[in-house]
């Protein structure tokens, strides 16, 4: 059977694809050398916030930096950046044969956008990924938070594919309004980064969560007034959550509980690029409900503030709820 390729072997790419090869799937993961490199000398260490521990010797899966490596696959699970998708396309189109499946799993809208449009009549399907990865040294990626994958509904029998033990994975026909919803909570990207804090840290500051839930409902009216249906990824409704962001947090912490598994010393992945100076995601998350506002007549002041400083931020940087919200609220920038 011909391999499933991970194009882009970051967090995310390795995590899965490590699991993949875990369950005795043919992976190759394509990357750049200074991640393959280690995992070719020692394999891969996979663990999680549930105390998931899991070895891949080395040699159980296949290692390149050669996009040729994509003529060989049966299926093609894109894993970079949103801002690598343009250039990670044009090498699908370049090497892969038509009929590959082709599966985003990637942050945001945008993503999937730029792979339909780049390849079109092929076998595109968005996808949603609601944790995030944590690399813990050369080799080692952490899941630092719950949620199971759910990509587009199609052809082909990708779930009895994808869906392994420890990488529960479904299909969904309502995958746009799924990724919104993702979107929605992804905001959160920015303002921990901008926080120092950990995710954990951050969601029991009352302070934070309300910052969060107000942009969130902002987010939420740009949707609307865009006429784009959202689909939660939590277990309650996506117009729930500003309200139970807004809970007392005795509360809060009850109700969260029964939400969400987080790790103690989890961070979002904005927060990791800014560290490392990388650029981030910021123009698929909050520039994208900025657009969406600015087109449809609604407004997004917040969105727009938190987007405007994490363009200028530099690592290490520490700001408060109140530095986060703009200096008018109501207009905007």
Wanted: net charge neutral; proline share 8%; glycine share 10%.
């Amino acid at each position: 059977m011909a391999p499933i390729v991970i194009a882009g072997a970051g967090s995310i790419g390795c995590f899965v694809g490590g699991l993949l090869a875990v369950a005795g799937r043919d992976v190759v993961l394509l990357g750049r050398r200074r991640v393959l490199d280690p995992i070719d000398a020692a394999g891969l260490r996979l663990t999680d916030y549930a105390g998931l521990d899991l070895s891949v010797e080395p040699g159980a899966m296949g290692l390149s930096d050669d996009p040729a490596v994509l003529s060989r696959a049966g299926v093609i699970l894109v894993c970079v950046k949103t801002g690598a998708t343009a250039e990670m396309a044009a090498l699908i189109a370049e090497h892969a044969p038509g009929p590959v499946p082709v599966v985003s799993l990637q942050n945001g809208h945008a993503a999937f956008e730029t792979l339909q449009s780049a390849l079109p009549g092929r076998d595109v399907r968005a996808g949603m990924v609601p944790f995030n990865v944590v690399p813990q040294g050369p080799g080692r990626y952490h899941r630092a938070v719950s949620g199971d994958i759910v990509i587009g509904a199609g052809d082909c029998g990708l779930t009895q594919m994808l869906s392994v033990p420890h990488l529960p994975l479904s299909e969904s026909p309502e995958i746009a309004a799924v990724q919104w919803g993702k979107l929605l909570i992804n905001l959160n990207n920015a303002l921990n980064a901008l926080s120092g804090m950990t995710v954990q840290a951050q969601l029991l500051d009352r302070g934070w969560r309300c910052l969060m839930a107000d942009q969130m409902a902002e987010a939420l009216a740009a949707l609307r007034a865009a006429g784009i249906r959202e689909k939660s990824s939590a277990p309650v409704p996506s117009r729930m959550i500003p309200f139970i962001l807004r809970l007392p947090t005795p509360l809060f912490r009850r109700v969260a509980a029964q939400m969400i598994a987080i790790d103690p010393a989890a961070r979002t992945s904005t927060a990791y690029d800014l560290e490392a100076g990388r650029p981030t995601e910021i123009d698929a998350l909050q520039g994208e409900i900025v657009r969406l506002a600015r087109q449809n007549g609604a407004a997004a002041p917040i969105c727009a503030h938190v987007a405007g400083l994490i363009r200028k931020a530099t690592p290490g940087a520490r700001l408060s709820p109140a530095d986060l919200r703009p200096p008018t609220e109501g207009s905007d920038p």
